[in-house]
């Protein structure tokens, strides 16, 4: 048996916890449009709502490629860093 403290040979306690916050990274852009509605704040949120109702669809496929964009480079570091604390990879899959 290897000589393990808490979390360096298993990752599995903090593995869900990093895929969680990256989920919440979209939650927080969609939850963005509605807060900055609702409080006319300025943002990207309230952008995307006034180039939605004045139909600026250049503006709006740019909103949602950047915030696509921004997505996925968060759950690749996410991905990265479910990697580096949990080692074993595919290695438990694979049994």
Request: hydrophobic residues 50%; charged residues 15%.
């Amino acid at each position: 048996m290897p000589d393990c403290s808490v979390g360096t040979c298993s990752g599995t306690p903090h593995s869900p916890g990093i895929a969680l916050s990256a989920w919440a990274f979209g939650s927080l852009v969609s939850g963005a449009v509605v807060v900055e509605s609702v409080f006319a704040l300025p943002g990207i949120g309230r952008a995307l709502v006034t180039a939605v109702t004045q139909r600026d669809m250049p503006l709006v496929a740019g909103i949602a490629l950047v915030s696509a964009a921004a997505y996925v480079v968060v759950l690749a570091v996410a991905d990265l860093v479910e990697r580096a604390v949990d080692p074993r990879g595919g290695e438990a899959e694979a049994r």
